[in-house]
Nanobody
Framework: QVQLVESGGGLVQAGGSLRLTCTAS????????MGWFRQAPGKEREFVAA????????DYADSVKGRFTISRDNAKNTVSLQMNVLKPEDTAVYYC?????????????????????WGQGTQVTVSS
């Protein structure tokens, strides 16, 4: 069974940094597009960032552009999200996701329905 496991969440003060890591198992990782989504209390899950398997092209939500960086290591089957200059509004459960579709149109990349596998999530809390 394909599995994604997130780690690296925690509590940090505003302006600080965290690095989330997602480790994949039981899938040919290098052929999957990977994404990060987040869900704050009382809100819908939203797109954060994604990285393409073919050439590591990236895409970001406007709210995190310039502060967050997504990267992948195909040798280790991991995708990471480096989060800098964190804000209280970044507080959420962060989910790693994987898509077997190689459709990089933005309208596809940013929607949950495009992703086939999900991790259990990791909590990120940013205090003011």
């Amino acid at each position: 069974q394909v599995q994604l496991v997130e780690s690296g969440g925690g509590l940090v003060q505003a302006g600080g940094s965290l690095r989330l890591t997602c480790t994949a198992s039981r899938l040919t990782f290098r052929y999957w597009n990977m994404g990060w989504f987040r869900q704050a209390p009382g809100k819908e899950r939203e797109f954060v960032a994604a990285i393409r398997w073919t050439d590591s092209t990236t895409d970001y939500a406007d709210s995190v552009k310039g502060r967050f960086t997504i990267s992948r290591d195909n040798a280790k089957n991991t995708v990471s999200l480096q989060m800098n200059v964190l804000k209280p509004e970044d507080t959420a459960v962060y989910y790693c996701s994987a898509s077997v579709r190689d459709d990089w149109r933005r309208g596809v990349v940013v929607v949950q329905e495009s992703y086939d596998v999900w991790g259990q999530g990791t909590q990120v809390t940013v205090s003011s």
